[in-house]
């Protein structure tokens, strides 16, 4: 079984810059979320793809978009970057529509720094 | 939106000693779900536990759905246990997306 992974580990940008982060979900789920979590604090969710459409979306401006692709997986592009985006991005995976209840499976998180 | 409320913050052990973490949440919820993060940041599944309880070596955790509370229990603790430890809880949103409480922060010393 493969996990959830993301692309790539650490990156910095620039005020102003744009950024995609990249996802792929674990083998045989459906459903992919993505959360921003700022030092010191918990997991905030952003946004949740299912069936390559936004499936719900937290308290984040419309410069955080997304994409899911056929195969699951899954970016997270920011626009306008701002130095308050410096934060881990981790991105989750989970089955949906299974009639059961499913945990969410995390990814190793991508580190943006935003100078 | 639903509230999750971890305590303590922060606990600080010796090698050897048990302890209880809690977690409230302010409405039912359909699933609940506590992680392990590691200093580097990887954010480990240690149970799903909507009610009931579960067991995984010296881990144990028990949601009373009822109630609205959540106990990890950790015993025997080992350095290697430090970091900080996250309940996380869905709600009837019909989404299958988390939220995180504040997180106890645990310092696990020889």
């Known amino acids: 079984e493969t996990g959830v992974t993301q692309s790539p580990t650490h990156l910095i940008k620039t005020r102003g810059q744009q950024v995609t982060l990249r996802c792929s979900s674990q083998?045989?789920?459906?459903?992919v979320s993505w959360y921003q979590q700022a030092l010191g604090q918990g997991p905030q969710f952003i946004f949740q793809?299912?069936?390559?459409?936004?499936?719900g979306r937290g308290n984040f401006p419309p410069r955080f978009s997304g994409l899911q692709f056929p195969n699951y997986s899954s970016e997270l592009n920011v626009n306008a970057l701002e130095l308050d985006d410096s934060a881990l991005y981790l991105c989750a995976s989970s089955l949906v529509g299974s009639g059961i209840g499913s945990p969410l499976h995390f990814g190793n998180g991508t580190r943006l720094t935003v100078t | 939106g639903i509230q999750v409320e971890q305590s303590p913050p922060d606990l600080i052990l010796q090698e050897g000693a048990n302890s209880t973490l809690r977690c409230n949440f302010s409405?039912?919820?359909?699933?609940l779900q506590w992680f392990h993060q590691n200093p580097w940041g990887q954010l480990i599944n240690l149970f799903y536990?909507?009610?009931g309880t579960k067991q995984n070596g010296r881990l144990s955790a028990t949601t009373v759905a009822t109630e609205r509370y959540s106990l990890l229990y950790i015993s025997s603790s080992q350095t290697t246990d430090s970091g900080v430890y996250f309940c996380?809880?869905?709600?009837?949103?019909?989404?299958?997306?988390?939220?995180f409480g504040k997180g106890t922060m645990l310092l696990v010393s020889p």
């Open positions: 536990i909507p009610s």
């Open positions: 083998s045989g789920h459906n459903t």
């Open positions: 409405d039912s919820v359909n699933n």
């Open positions: 996380a809880v869905e709600g009837n949103s019909g989404y299958s997306t988390l939220t």
């Open positions: 793809y299912y069936r390559e459409e936004e499936n």
